[in-house]
Antibody
Framework: QVQLQESGPGLVKPSETLSLTCAVSGYSISSGYYWGWIRQPPGKGLEWIGSIYHSGSTYYNPSLKSRVTISVDTSKNQFSLKLSSVTAADTAVYYC????????????WGQGTLVTVSS | NFMLTQPHSVSESPGKTVTISCTGSSGSIASNYVQWYQQRPGSAPTTVIYEDNQRPSGVPDRFSGSIDSSSNSASLTISGLKTEDEADYYCQSYDSSNLVVFGGGTKLTVL
């Protein structure tokens, strides 16, 4: 059974960089698949942030592209998200998830982690 | 930018049937598969329909999906409503650049 677990600071100061990691168990990232990040501001809907292929090819939401970096570490079987120059609008629950293909559905999700941007 | 529009909320009584729509802003919604996710409060979303009308194992056949090209929309239909179906539902597809797009979500109330 594939499991994903997000980790990282729950509080980030404005203008700083948000950094999260998603640890994958039950499947080796180097074997394939895309891996993605999705966020949900409190009381609002889902927003796709971006996805990465196991080889490192990335796809980003155009509205966030200038501030987002997603990377993969196959040796640790994890992938990461960095979002720079954060503001209060970036406060959200951040989910990591696995799409079945580049244009597939997200079949496995992490439990989500709340990141609050505040001084 | 390609967008998916859903009604903000719908409500229906237990045992009845409800349909949630998801309308594409441009192009043909039939060009890419549409997925539907259920999200209960405090939990991650789970898939109830993928590839327009496919149900993952474990999802009851009360859930069904369809595409209507004439209205450029996808629909999620839940029959025999149960109180446990009360949740937020999101449609999801892709734009012409294969980038993920989510609908704004629909809150289903079963009363």
């Amino acid at each position: 059974q594939v499991q994903l677990q997000e980790s990282g600071p729950g509080l980030v100061k404005p203008s700083e960089t948000l950094s999260l990691t998603c640890a994958v168990s039950g499947y080796s990232i180097s074997s394939g698949y895309y891996w993605g990040w999705i966020r949900q501001p409190p009381g609002k809907g889902l927003e796709w942030i971006g996805s990465i292929y196991h080889s490192g090819s990335t796809y980003y939401n155009p509205s966030l592209k200038s501030r987002v970096t997603i990377s993969v570490d196959t040796s640790k079987n994890q992938f990461s998200l960095k979002l720079s120059s954060v503001t209060a609008a970036d406060t959200a629950v951040y989910y990591c998830a696995r799409p079945t293909t580049l244009v597939g559905y997200f079949d496995y999700w992490g439990q989500g982690t709340l990141v609050t941007v505040s001084s | 930018n390609f967008m998916l529009t859903q009604p903000h909320s719908v409500s229906e009584s237990p045992g009845k049937t409800v349909t949630i729509s998801c309308t594409g802003s441009s192009g043909s919604i039939a060009s890419n598969y549409v997925q539907w996710y259920q999200q209960r409060p405090g939990s991650a979303p789970t898939t109830v329909i993928y590839e327009d009308n496919q149900r993952p194992s474990g999802v009851p056949d009360r859930f069904s999906g369809s595409i209507d090209s004439s209205s450029n929309s996808a629909s999620l239909t839940i029959s025999g409503l149960k109180t446990e179906d009360e949740a937020d539902y999101y449609c999801q597809s892709y734009d012409s650049s294969n980038l993920v797009v989510f609908g704004g979500g629909t809150k289903l109330t079963v009363l």
